[in-house]
């Protein structure tokens, strides 16, 4: 049984209040490892030992900052499979995309923002009142809280900024997957990284992730996770007036024009509802699809999407895993149950899967309109529904209902239409004839009930600084 432990001040450490926590495997649902289940006093001592290296991290060059997070990349590639073997056992996600896509995705996020650290400038105003430079400074210690579904890509997305920018980092990945996180940590202490620059702190979100919002020297809070979780933080950092970064949930809207190559982008079209499991804020749940074409694009569509291989994440075939857990697996079903008393039709799935523990095979589901509770709350599984539209208005009608805005996807060879669609969606990304293509440069976030702010290059290191205006009297 394997044992994770916190990673506080360069060293590995056992829950200062002994305890540990179960980790399964989702695909055989058993106990492999076992968790430090931290609390407040575990809090303290990383939050004390981020506070103690800021100093110095904070005094290097940005060249200098960016050269440990080389390294910290170079590192994980060159132990790329054992992460990606990881991260499919402690999640139940495929292999193919640990290994082709995520694993890779958190390098690449550790040597953008290393590149950032050296790229980074800042403004200088003047010709109106004085000579006025700006100063983006670190803020100190910051704390950065992620999810399970994506465990060290959104790790590496949040503490490779935070990082990058001279601040040192408490960060408290998701119990659920706690796995890569501590690899990272592990890792990270090997090349020498100074230690109590990056702290990871394990347990729940109550007893560890609380505390850390709370703690007077934790000077910003980056959040990916649920909306309520948000809510709750946003409460929480309020009072302080904490800088709080807050990236959560969607519903999000596939557009399907008749005129657009669907026939030729199916495969786009179905992962794009069903990666993962629909375990991806990305993923477009509610397609809507043109009347014109709506038959043709149903049998289609069902038919490629019943094609998905579910199955052992081990498997190198195997499109979808099982989801994360049995309190999400429970989650799904019940959303699915709900579906048909709301008078769904189930075009695909939906019963019990026969492989049981925590699989749920592809659901499509008609017949729902853009009020049902399944077209408006996040199922964050591999459930997909389809509403049909006549006209372009009508379609911007149902992709905007509800009360989420993070992504929107239009498939159509207009482009015209796509343009204006694309600046009237209520959405943070709107993609034209792709999904899930990703510019590190450009921001990323949501509105709505998707979140606040934004992630993702310069707007990543804003975040992660302040500023401060110099202003010279001149002339
Ligand atoms: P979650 O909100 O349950 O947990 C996320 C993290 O917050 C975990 O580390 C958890 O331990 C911690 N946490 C829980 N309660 C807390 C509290 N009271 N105070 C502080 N921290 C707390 O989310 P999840 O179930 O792990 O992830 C799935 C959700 O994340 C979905 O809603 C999904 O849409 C969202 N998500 C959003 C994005 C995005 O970029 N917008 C990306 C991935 C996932």
């Not at 430090?36 to 290296?53: F, K, L, S, Y």
């Not at 650290?117 to 100190?140: C, D, K, M, V």
């Not at 989650?331 to 709900?338: G, H, N, P, S």
């Amino acid at each position: 049984m394997l044992s994770l432990t916190h990673w506080i001040d360069g060293q590995p450490q056992a829950a200062r209040n002994g305890g540990w926590r179960a980790v399964h495997a989702p695909a055989d649902t058993r106990e492999y490892a076992r968790l430090a289940d931290g609390d407040e006093a575990d809090v303290e001592a990383a939050v004390q030992a981020a506070t103690r290296a800021w100093p110095a991290w904070s005094s290097l060059r940005g060249s200098e900052r960016a050269a440990w997070l080389e390294r910290l990349a170079s590192a994980l590639e060159s132990r790329l499979e054992a992460f990606a073997q990881a991260e499919s056992r402690d999640g139940g996600k495929p292999i193919r995309l640990a290994r082709q896509i995520e694993i890779p995705r958190a390098i690449a996020n550790l040597r953008f923002f290393a590149h950032a650290a050296t790229q980074i400038g800042s403004e200088a105003h003047h010709g109106e009142a004085g000579l006025n430079y700006t100063l983006r400074q670190p803020l100190g210690a910051v704390a950065t809280i992620s999810p399970w579904n994506l465990p060290l890509y959104l790790f590496t997305w949040k503490i490779a900024p935070a990082l990058a920018a001279g601040n040192t980092v408490v960060a408290k990945p998701s119990e659920v997957t706690p796995l890569t996180a501590t690899m990272l940590g592990e890792l990270a202490a090997e090349i020498g990284f100074p230690a109590g620059v990056l702290n990871i702190v394990h347990g729940t979100g109550p007893r560890v992730g609380e505390p850390l919002v709370l703690h007077p020297r934790i000077k910003a809070v980056s959040f990916t996770g649920s909306t309520g979780v948000g809510q709750r933080i946003a409460a929480l950092a309020g009072p302080q007036l904490k800088k709080i970064s807050l990236e959560l949930g969607g519903k999000n809207p596939t557009l399907v024009f008749a005129d657009s190559d669907w026939r030729n982008q199916l495969d786009t079209l179905v992962r794009s509802a069903f990666q993962n499991s629909g375990q991806i804020c990305l993923c477009g749940s509610r397609l809507l699809v043109e009347r014109a074409i709506y038959d043709e694009f149903r049998e289609a569509f069902s038919a490629r999407a019943a094609a998905l291989r579910v199955g052992d994440p081990a498997d190198e075939a195997t499109d979808l895993g099982p989801l994360v857990s049995q309190a999400h697996h429970d989650k799904v079903t019940a959303c699915i149950a709900r579906a048909r008393i709301e008078g769904g039709r189930f075009l695909l799935g939906g019963e019990a899967s026969a492989r049981g523990g925590w699989f749920v095979e592809p659901v499509l589901i008609e017949g729902l309109g853009p009020d049902s509770a399944s077209n408006r709350e996040e199922i964050f599984g591999p459930v997909a529904t389809l509403q049909a539209f006549d006209d372009d208005a009508q379609a911007l009608a149902l992709a905007n209902a509800g009360d989420y805005g993070l992504a929107a996807m239009i498939w159509t060879r207009d482009l015209d239409r796509a343009h204006r669609m694309a600046a009237r969606l209520r959405a943070g990304i709107v993609w034209i004839n792709t999904w899930l293509m990703r510019d590190l440069r450009t921001p990323f976030g949501g509105m709505g009930r998707s979140g606040l702010g934004r992630e993702g290059g310069m707007e990543a290191m804003r975040f992660f600084t302040e500023a401060r205006n110099v202003c010279i009297a001149t002339g």
